[in-house]
């Protein structure tokens, strides 16, 4: 078998939460509890498990890959939701989105703060592949 990610933890204040609003703004199924885990299981089979805790939340980045027509959806729920968004994950292009690599891109921040990014291109996307 080939080498491919299962599932990453996500440290979270409120796992309902968190696992409701990442599962709300992709369009995707609700959570699932596994464990003392609430999961959201992707499309490709890879699982964000959010796990709640009292500590201190270290920032963690999650970027997903997403069609041009789930990034349009996506897009317009974080502006529904009033969420602040930016072209960059240094923050320094707010209410921007990007277009590397001739796709669409954008990030925002969760109830926690992680910083989540949509793509609808790989980095580093070529036609030609």
Request: charge should be negative; include cysteine; hydrophobic fraction near 40%.
């Amino acid at each position: 078998m080939s080498v491919q990610l299962n599932h990453t933890i996500a440290w979270c204040s409120d796992k309902a939460r968190s696992a409701n609003f990442l599962a709300d703004v992709l369009g995707i199924a609700g959570p699932r509890p596994f464990m003392h885990f609430l999961v959201v299981d992707l499309e490709n089979h890879v699982s964000i498990d959010y796990f709640e805790t009292n500590e201190p939340i270290a920032i963690q980045h999650f970027a997903f890959l997403v069609d041009e027509d789930k990034f349009d959806s996506a897009f317009g729920r974080i502006k529904d939701l009033g969420l602040d968004f930016w072209a960059d994950p240094a923050r320094t292009k707010p209410c921007e989105i990007n277009r590397h690599d001739g796709g669409r891109g954008v990030y925002f921040k969760d109830p926690d703060g992680h910083l989540l990014e949509l793509i609808t291109r790989p980095y580093g996307y070529s036609e030609d592949e």
